[in-house]
């Protein structure tokens, strides 16, 4: 069974960072073989797509966090990243991983992340 657990998240203030982790468990093969991502979804609002990375290596950003935030994946310990870096109030928000196959698609239970002004 396909698990995904964020963790990393927490309080902090504006301008501060934070690096949010999602550990792969349940599957046999390299996770880079999959198609990542993170998402949010703030109070009130729909989840949004944050950043995402192909199989290939290729990434996206929201418009909102290019520049400041960067997607990596470490296979060998099968755990994807989220650095956070010069954060705002709007960043705010509880962040999700998602993995996806050409099968089926994984989601996590989500970490907060909390950002004061």
């Known amino acids: 069974q396909v698990q995904l657990a964020e963790s990393g998240g927490g309080l902090v203030q504006a301008g501060g960072s934070l690096r949010l982790s999602c550990v792969v468990s349940?599957?046999?093969?390299?996770?880079?073989?999959?198609?990542w991502g993170w998402y949010r979804q703030a109070p009130g609002k729909q989840r949004e797509m944050v950043a995402t990375i192909t199989s290939g290596g290729r990434t996206n950003y929201a418009e909102s966090v290019k520049g400041r935030f960067t997607i990596s994946r470490v296979s060998y310990g099968k755990v994807v990243y989220l650095q956070m870096n010069s954060l705002k109030s709007e960043d705010t928000a509880v962040y999700y991983c998602?993995?996806?196959?050409?099968?089926?698609?994984?989601w996590g239970q989500g970490t907060q992340v909390t950002v004061s002004s």
């Open positions: 349940g599957i046999s093969f390299s996770i880079n073989t999959m198609e």
């Open positions: 998602n993995g996806q196959t050409s099968r089926a698609g994984y």
